[in-house]
């Protein structure tokens, strides 16, 4: 899992680094909807938005999403 952000304290957000990293991994990841990224991070006793969701995705998604492409293993042709 990605759990950094280049920057080392995200100022002026109210989640630390770890829970908005973590919604916006899972959200690209698993091509989940914001509102079930709600619903995961509601289980685990985070209460978020999907609208706060949505601002993380699209202020941290495309750092993030590079990364969760660069971690996927590589396909071999046979």
């Known amino acids: 899992m990605i759990?950094?952000?280049?920057?080392?304290?995200?100022?002026?957000?109210?989640?630390?680094?770890?829970?908005?990293?973590?919604?916006?991994?899972?959200?690209?990841?698993?091509?989940?909807?914001?509102?079930?990224?709600e619903d995961l991070l509601a289980e685990r006793g985070i209460v978020v938005s999907d609208e706060a969701i949505r601002a993380w995705v699209e202020k941290f998604g495309s750092q993030i999403a590079k990364r969760v492409r660069?971690?996927?293993?590589?396909?071999?042709?046979?």
């Open 3 to 37: 759990t950094q952000i280049s920057a080392p304290r995200l100022k002026g957000h109210r989640f630390p680094r770890t829970i908005i990293s973590y919604a916006v991994w899972v959200y690209y990841r698993f091509s989940l909807s914001l509102r079930d990224v």
């Open 70 to 78: 660069a971690a996927r293993p590589t396909r071999t042709p046979e």
